[in-house]
């Protein structure tokens, strides 16, 4: 088993006596759904249904003081906080970031079972979430029987998994959950109440109409940069997101990756040839779940 302390990452502690209606109310997962021990992946919409930031959240046990965690991006975490308190007007709620952290652990079972660890939710094979202080990575590594390793080993796992990141597959406040597949990931609750920007959210889910998705791509010698343009001949097509060890992320058009599948014509980024990984997903309609 592997383990990662993931920089990247920060924690904001949301609690109080109306906190879960309160972000029941804001973002795209069902809070009432949530007990410690357990993890959902959503993310804070602009009111036009696109990503405002995306992260993980569990409730804490009563030994930690109850409330609601969110393991969302650190360089968000200062906005994410603010637009809260901007949203809790009356509301009986406080909005705090804490000075934790993010271990994942990846590649076996816990050998124990930390109190702030929860099971990622949008891929099994993602493994596990423990939210500490850096300074206990090598404790709680040791504890749960996992090698503590560099968080570039976590990030090639990611790829592989075609796990989209934000700020790298895709830019926040212009991407739709539809598009970073958060409704294949489990991160977009389609039955629970109103919440900012559902309406839009729903209509792409009932009608069918996300045309960019997150598409996993297999890679030949070295990775094109992020950013580049995906291109068909002289046609642009998408944009590269994430690489590492041969595979990556690229956020398509999947009508016209598919035109171009059905035409024989190669994908390329940056003068480097593309495949995709699993060429049928670009023909999937975008209500249909993914086993």
């Known amino acids: 088993m592997k383990s990662a302390f993931l920089p990247d990452r920060g924690v904001i502690k949301v609690a109080g006596e109306d906190a879960r209606n309160f972000l029941n109310g804001l973002i795209t997962t069902d809070v009432d759904r949530l007990k410690p021990g357990l993890g959902r992946f959503g993310a804070l919409l602009t009111p036009q249904g696109k990503i405002i930031v995306d992260f993980l959240i569990t409730?804490?046990?009563?030994?930690?003081?109850?409330?609601?965690?969110?393991?969302?991006?650190?360089?968000?975490?200062?906005?994410?906080?603010?637009?809260?308190?901007?949203?809790?007007?009356?509301?009986?709620?406080?909005?705090?970031?804490?000075?934790?952290?993010?271990?994942?652990?990846?590649?076996?079972?816990?050998?124990?079972?930390?109190?702030?660890?929860?099971?990622?939710p949008r891929n099994a094979e993602l493994g596990s979430r423990i939210l500490i202080p850096e300074d206990l990575k090598q404790k709680l590594s040791d504890l749960i029987g996992a090698e503590l390793v560099d968080a570039s080993e976590y990030e090639a796992h990611r790829i592989a998994l075609g796990v989209p990141r934000g700020g790298l597959d895709f830019i926040y406040s212009d991407a739709f959950p539809h598009e970073t597949n958060m409704d294949r990931l489990a991160g977009v609750d389609f039955d629970k109440g109103c919440y900012v920007g559902q309406e839009v959210v729903s209509r792409m889910q009932h009608r069918g109409t996300a045309r960019t998705r997150s598409v996993k791509v297999l890679l030949e010698d070295s990775s094109p940069e992020v950013g580049v343009s995906v291109m068909v001949g002289d046609r642009s097509v998408g944009t590269m997101g994430s690489s590492a060890k041969g595979k990556g992320i690229a956020l398509v058009r999947i009508d016209r990756v598919a035109d171009a599948l059905d035409a024989g014509q190669p994908l390329t980024a940056g003068g480097l040839t593309l495949k995709l990984a699993e060429p049928e997903i670009v023909r999937i309609p975008a209500k249909q779940p993914i086993a």
């Not at 406080?94 to 660890?117: E, F, H, K, R, S």
């Open 59 to 120: 409730e804490a046990p009563g030994g930690h003081g109850g409330g609601f965690l969110i393991d969302c991006p650190k360089p968000l975490a200062d906005g994410l906080a603010t637009k809260l308190k901007f949203y809790k007007l009356r509301a009986k709620v406080t909005v705090d970031i804490l000075d934790l952290g993010v271990l994942a652990a990846w590649d076996g079972q816990l050998a124990a079972q930390p109190d702030l660890a929860f099971a990622d």
